[in-house]
């Protein structure tokens, strides 16, 4: 599981809003906020869909191994980089015509 400061740093990593966080999770924006501010912790099952949603969203979360736990990207600045190139080819975003 998860702690507060690591949701709002792997939020600040993968570059999510509390609220887009909290819409891809299934949780409160008020949940989320409340968790980060170590105000509230959240049961284990919301905590989880938090965890799922940072670590779909590219965040690696780093247990205690002795020096502490940590959150990192899972993708180097170049992967990243090339990852932002392919995902914005295509042009002008607009409504898909599928039937």
């Known amino acids: 599981m998860i702690t507060g ?11 999510l809003s509390p609220e887009r966080l ?12 409340r968790f980060e501010r170590k105000l509230d912790k959240p049961d284990d099952d919301q905590v989880f869909a938090l965890q799922s949603t940072l670590e779909r969203a590219g965040a690696v979360f780093i247990p205690d ?4 736990i940590g959150v990192r990207l ?12 392919l995902e914005n080819e295509g042009g002008i975003v607009a409504p898909d015509r599928v039937p």
């Open 65 to 68: 191994n002795g020096a502490g």
């Open 22 to 33: 909290a819409i891809s999770a299934g949780v409160g924006v008020e949940t989320v906020l």
């Open 5 to 15: 400061s690591q949701c709002r740093a792997a939020r600040a990593l993968t570059d």
């Open 74 to 85: 899972k993708f180097t600045g170049s992967e990243a980089k090339r990852i932002d190139i």
